[in-house]
Nanobody, 128 residues
């Protein structure tokens, strides 16, 4: 059973940084995708970043490119999201997600529908 537990959220001022962590367990797929999404109440869940386990290749949402970095520590089974130059519009609940990689086409897609497993989320609040 796949379990994902996020931590590291908090309240910061605009321009500051945070590092989110996601402890993953139970992933037995040989090829899989790990991602971060965020959601503000009343809005759709937005893809932030993902990493493909086999190659380490990454993909970012347009609004976070150049500011956020996704990484994974395979020894610790932990996924990270380093958030820098934070803006008030980055506020929201941040979710960790996992899914087996696709067989055809791009192995991972930064779309909510692609991911099968989700954590409970960690809140990020950025004030101006």
């Amino acid at each position: 059973q796949v379990q994902l537990v996020e931590s590291g959220g908090g309240s910061v001022q605009a321009g500051q940084s945070l590092r989110l962590s996601c402890a993953a367990s139970g992933i037995t797929y040989s090829r899989y995708c790990l991602g971060w999404f965020r959601q503000v109440e009343g809005k759709e869940r937005e893809g932030v970043a993902l990493v493909y386990s086999r190659t380490g290749s990454t993909l970012y949402g347009d609004s976070v490119k150049g500011r956020f970095t996704i990484s994974q520590d395979n020894d610790k089974n932990t996924l990270y999201l380093h958030l820098t130059s934070l803006r008030p519009e980055d506020s929201g609940m941040y979710y960790c997600a996992a899914s087996p990689a696709l067989i055809a086409g791009p192995p991972c897609r930064l779309q909510r529908a692609h991911f099968a497993f989700w954590g409970q989320g960690t809140q990020v609040t950025v004030s101006s």
